[in-house]
């Protein structure tokens, strides 16, 4: 019989316009604040979006890490060094990770959606410009430099991967580093997502598609998931990554257990390269095959992080195929979108929500679904509009995400209870 851990989550850690770690992004959230706002820097009449999540980000988040690996590192893979100190720091704190394993026990898998395309596209410009651009141009555009330099930096020595599967990259990333220690082929991993993408090109081929907000003025319109108004995403960055324990090791070290994950599961559209399938048949499937590898009946969910991207296709999509898979119960239980907060970090998205997630539950939050002020008559759950709900008992979540390329995927997180 093959083997089967039990899989827990024991640290976490982000970074996104909203802050540079994952209680000061919270906190915002809480306090119904916003990180997108209005950019006009790229001086381009034919890039019509106006509000991003873009940050700021502080060099000196980078200084406690190596300068020859962080000289070499794209944007999105820095975001991915400050993100997974901070899960690490939170699981182990300043214990000496080989006394507790082997390198070899301790893997990463960080994915992106388009790693390194920023900078090999800057690098390109300067090429041709002058011919001749840094020596790091090739390492640079990787989409596994986050992992690589995660991997190097705490000498994790196991199982690596680094998923690409756009908007649904982060939460794959989890389920499948759950995958890894559930079958016995690691005791720890680290897990998430990372994207920076803000080159003007890269900016203007993502608009070109009218994927992006079309709102230039109103941050309330600009991105409203479920709302009659709405016009496509906000385009954010940043990164967030979790720390996934083997159970009984992690009992073994008196660890601090956030969660437990109970289920994954990961289906494909195979219809088109940017639209959701009109069958909706592979969000249904991984929602009811959740519910069933789970053991659990739709009632017992307590919350749904959506996916919830505030564009017409999607989130009418999205409704229809969590009414199918979960019937008329769909309608009693509280779901929302944290997008109308965090924009939207394409490969981060479903790591940063899966923290959300865990936010939630320890401290009873379902948070709210800001800028939801007129309904789509065909979106009609609950997506608690406009006020968190507070003092919740919420045992079982839901996180699901979507992405471009036919990706879905999703996993159920357990309210740690190990008395």
Known sequence: MAKSNRVVVTGYGAISSMGSNSSAIWEKILGYEIGYKVHNHFNDDSITAKFFGFLDFDKKLIQPFSKKISKMLPLYAKYSLVASKEAFDMAFGDVDLDSLMSPFDRGVMIGTGWGGLDTANMNNNDYQASGIATSFSTVMSMCNAATAAVSMNWNCRGMQNSP??????????????????????????????????????????????????????????????????????????????????????????????????????????????????EDMSARIK??????????????????????????????????????????????????????????????????????????????????????????????????????????????????????????????????????
């Open 286 to 419: 991984v929602i009811k095959e959740l519910l069933l590898n789970a053991e659990l009946q739709p009632s017992e969910i307590d919350y749904v992080n959506l996916h919830g991207t505030s564009t017409p296709l999607n989130d009418v999509n999205e409704t229809i195929s969590v009414k199918e898979a979960m019937g008329d119960v769909a309608y009693q239980i509280p779901m929302s979108s944290t997008k109308s907060y965090t924009g939207h970090l394409i490969g981060a998205a479903g790591s940063l929500e899966t923290i959300f997630c865990l936010k939630a539950m320890a401290e009873g939050v379902v948070p709210a679904t800001i800028n939801l002020h007129e309904k789509d008559p065909d979106c009609d759950l609950n997506y608690v509009p406009n006020k968190h709900l507070t003092e919740q008992n919420l045992n079982h979540v839901m996180n699901i995400s979507f992405g471009f390329g036919g990706a879905n995927a999703g996993i159920i997180l357990r309210k740690p209870d190990f008395s």
């Open 164 to 277: 690409v599967a756009a908007c649904a990259t982060g939460t794959i990333a989890i389920g499948e580093a759950y995958e890894a220690i559930k079958n016995g082929k690691a005791k720890v991993m680290l897990a998430g997502g990372s994207e920076s993408l803000k080159e003007q090109f890269n900016v203007w081929s993502i608009d070109v598609m009218q994927a992006l907000s079309k709102e230039q003025e109103n941050p309330t319109a600009a991105c409203c998931p479920f709302s009659k108004g709405r016009s496509g995403f906000i385009l954010s960055e940043g990164a967030a990554v979790l720390c996934l324990e083997d159970y009984e090791f992690a009992k073994a070290r008196n660890a601090n257990i956030l969660g437990e994950i109970i289920g994954y599961e990961n289906y494909s559209d195979a219809y088109d390269m940017t639209a959701p399938a």
